[in-house]
């Protein structure tokens, strides 16, 4: 669950991947993967989407836009902590996938 905690994930899902002792659990690999991809999207977020947003000119509509990204993401966070803490597997779309073959691809 710690690897989907919003804005600092990261640093749990980088130390559960980097240690020995998760080396064979597949599950906790998915998590940390599939929550350091949606740390990668928020950062997208705020820091490709955002800026473009600011920098074109208009009424701002796009403004409103990347606030729903960013409502977007912090309920995959959350939503991710919930179904890690009833110890579903669940594949977030995309990321799911990219967590998914990220595994695979270490065996």
């Known amino acids: 669950m710690a690897c989907y905690i919003p804005i600092v994930g990261w640093i749990p899902a980088v130390a559960v991947l980097a240690t020995q002792r998760f080396q064979n ?10 929550g350091l991809y949606i740390f990668v999207v928020w950062l997208l977020v ?7 947003v600011h920098m074109v000119p208009g009424p701002g509509a796009m403004t409103g836009m990347v606030a729903v990204l960013h409502v977007i993401v912090f309920a995959a966070w959350v939503w991710m902590i919930i179904k890690t803490s009833q110890e579903e597997m669940y594949h977030l779309p995309i990321i799911g996938e990219l967590a998914e073959r990220s595994v695979a691809e270490q065996r």
């Open 46 to 52: 705020r820091w490709v989407f955002e800026p473009f």
């Open 25 to 34: 659990n597949r599950a906790v690999r998915f998590h940390a993967f599939q």
